[in-house]
Nanobody, 122 residues
Framework: QLQASGGGLVQAGGSLRLSCAAS????????MGWFRQAPGKEREFVVA????????YPVDSMRGRFTISRDNAKSTVYLQMNTLKPEDTAVYYC?????????????????WGQGTQVTVSS
């Protein structure tokens, strides 16, 4: 089970840190990813991190602004979002995959959190 938190309302240029806590004792064996879905749009990949935390794949529009990290001891993955823009407004979802490497494809993620709303005002 995945529980996302940390969303909220922030002004453009601000920052938020999302957290996703996982239950169970096998967190370190999963690739973790963040996705988002804006109103009226399809869900899109944000970034993913490998099992040991050594690999991330931010999409170009978020590279340099969004950073993913994980703490396997706490079974938690984080998404640090800086310099937020109104177009970053969306529901953000964390997801877990037993795929061997991080993937941008949502179909390889077996477990999903409930989502946390991020709203960026202009």
């Amino acid at each position: 089970q995945l529980q996302a938190s940390g969303g909220g309302l922030v002004q453009a240029g601000g920052s938020l840190r999302l957290s996703c806590a996982a239950s169970g004792r096998t967190f370190s064996s999963y690739v973790m990813g963040w996705f988002r879905q804006a109103p009226g749009k399809e869900r899109e990949f944000v970034v993913a991190i490998g099992r040991s935390g050594g690999t991330t794949y931010p999409v170009d529009s978020m590279r340099g602004r969004f950073t993913i990290s994980r703490d396997n001891a706490k079974s938690t993955v984080y998404l640090q979002m800086n310099t937020l823009k109104p177009e970053d407004t969306a529901v953000y979802y964390c997801a877990a995959s037993d795929y061997p490497i991080p993937s941008t494809a949502d179909r390889v993620y077996q477990y999903w959190g409930q989502g946390t709303q991020v709203t960026v005002s202009s």
